[in-house]
């Protein structure tokens, strides 16, 4: 039984009731509003886990009430079903372009109605957990990743690394080219991590230009060596043949001052759980924070790491 709740928004009392005993009957908890404006005030107060979006309403429509929850930060996120009548067949494509992320029609079945929800809830998940730019792990499953590796007591690594440079790139060329460097990154850490990892071998992306490596001990080394070197001879690849030529880019920096900027380079941070008590994922996120602040102020102007090798009472 799923628990999760559901907030239906509908002016009219016998479809509401309706969908409230049908969802209910599935396991889901359950909760109304009767206009749009009344929809979009409880999604704020109650933070369903979905909504059911009726389009023709008093007050305030539907439509209207989709995007006032698209546009708030609070509620942006949060997955939408349009409902509307089989005659009103405009409604589900207004419905979709203001941000809802299926529709269903009037006269329900309740079959296909708990599935749409369903299967709403279960792609919203999956978004939350991937990048949708590398396809990568996102954050929630790199915080269960080294959660399970802490609690198993086995002995890991934890690899973090992020790029140096790489907002000099994304102003200079544009969010494009920009993210057309994290992919490739993406793919570089990944077959190296296929190549040199065990089958235990984790590979996630934090966001923006900052991955997160679970692996092995033992191959941790090679790992981190092997990225740097290997980035390194990929990274003039990302710039134009110009800026090949002149070895960087000339670019505002934060204060905005101009100044040269050589090519993009990888900082890994390493943290070993070898002589570490560690009992929380906070524990080897914060070393590995610590090993790439200092791999990125030793660089010189190329990929770099370090590894954390100091026991618990060091």
């Given at each position: ?12 009392e ?6 409230d ?10 909760a ?28 305030m ?24 009548a ?20 009037k ?87 296929n ?7 984790f ?112």
């Open positions: 039984m799923s628990g999760d709740l559901v907030l239906i928004v509908d002016d009219d016998d479809i509401r009731m309706f969908l005993v049908t969802l209910n009957l599935a396991g889901y908890e359950v109304q509003a009767v206009d749009g404006a009344d929809g979009v005030q409880k999604a704020l107060e109650m933070h369903p886990a979905i909504v059911l979006m009726d389009v023709m309403m008093p007050r429509d539907g439509i209207t009430a989709i995007r006032r929850l698209r546009m708030d930060g609070r509620t942006s996120h949060l997955p939408i079903i349009v409902v509307t089989k005659a009103q067949g405009d409604d589900k494509i207004s419905g979709l372009a203001a941000g809802a992320d299926d529709y269903i029609t006269p329900f079945d309740p079959d296909e109605l708990v599935a749409r929800v369903q299967s709403t809830l279960r792609r919203a998940s999956e978004m939350r957990t991937v990048s949708p730019l590398t396809g990568l792990p996102g954050n929630t499953r790199i915080d269960q990743e080294i959660t399970r590796r802490v609690d198993d007591g086995k002995p890991f690594a934890l690899l973090y690394a992020d790029l140096n440079h790489f907002k000099a790139v994304n102003d200079h060329y544009g969010f494009m080219r920009g993210d057309d460097v994290i992919r490739r990154a993406a793919e570089l850490i990944v077959d190296i991590a190549e040199y990892g065990g089958p235990d071998t590979v996630g992306h934090i966001g923006g230009d900052d991955f997160v490596l679970v692996v092995d001990s033992e191959g941790a080394e090679q790992i981190a060596e092997t990225i740097c070197t290997r980035f390194d001879e990929v990274a003039p690849s990302f710039y134009d043949e110009s800026d090949r030529t002149m070895g960087g880019i000339h670019v505002a920096d934060r204060q905005g001052q101009m100044r040269d900027y050589g090519f993009v380079s990888v900082s890994i941070g390493v943290a070993m759980s070898e002589g570490r008590d560690f009992t929380h994922p906070s524990q080897p996120v914060a070393l590995a924070t610590e090993m790439k602040s200092y791999a990125k102020n030793t660089s010189n102007g190329e990929s770099n790491f370090a590894i954390d090798r100091r026991a618990s009472d060091e």
